[in-house]
Every structure is written in C-alpha cells, then in structure tokens.
Nanobody, 115 residues
Framework: QVQLVESGGGLVQPGGSLRLSCSAS????????MRWYRQAPGLERELAAS???????YYTDSVKGRFTISRDNAKNTVSLQMDSLKPEDTAVYYC?????????WGQGTQVTVSS
C-alpha cells in the first residue's frame, strides 16, 4: 500500500506561480513514475506532467515551458513548479504514483488562477 499527500495549492493571479509538493510513503518500488494529473470542472482528468524514477520527464503541450516537474528519490517526493499560470490551469491537481502494483492517488489539491 502507498499513501500520497499533496500540498501547495491555492489561489493565484494570472501570471503568478505556485509550487505543488507530494510526499509518498509505504511500499514503493522501482522503476516507477510519479505524475501530476489535473481535473477541471466538467472535464476529464488529464495527465499534466510525469517523471520516471530515472528522471525522464513528460509534459502535456498546454503546460510545456511553464511547468517543471522534479523528484527526490531518496525522500520519495515529487514537486510541480507552475509558472506563468493561466485561468485555464484552474483545476484539482492529483499526485499519482505508478508502479507494478499501482497506480496510487493522492486526495488532490485545488489550484485556482483568477484575478
């Protein structure tokens, strides 16, 4: 079993920045992927960014150049630095760990971009 706890959401003005963090605990195996999904009201959950245990990253097109995902394997944490935020980035952001017996999900954290 794996537990994921997110933090760092909130309200920010357009053009601002937020940093999300996620801490994983429990039976964690390598290789794995740590991911940030997001779900806006009325829309399906989408993969925003992903990072493998070896450091390979993926970003959906709409966040490329603005979001940066990083991880600390020793601490089992993943972060998402979000810059130049837009109103369309407003969503609940979920941390996810994908390993051979996963996926596992956090409870989500709200990010609201509004003036």
């Amino acid at each position: 079993q794996v537990q994921l706890v997110e933090s760092g959401g909130g309200l920010v003005q357009p053009g601002g920045s937020l940093r999300l963090s996620c801490s994983a605990s429990g039976r964690i195996f390598s290789p794995n992927f740590m991911r940030w999904y997001r779900q806006a009201p009325g829309l399906e959950r989408e993969l925003a960014a992903s990072i493998s245990s070896s450091g390979t990253t993926y970003y959906t097109d709409s966040v490329k150049g603005r979001f940066t995902i990083s991880r600390d394997n020793a601490k089992n944490t993943v972060s998402l630095q979000m810059d130049s935020l837009k109103p369309e980035d407003t969503a609940v952001y979920y941390c996810s760990l994908l390993q051979f017996n996963g996926p596992y999900w956090g409870q989500g954290t709200q990010v609201t971009v509004s003036s």
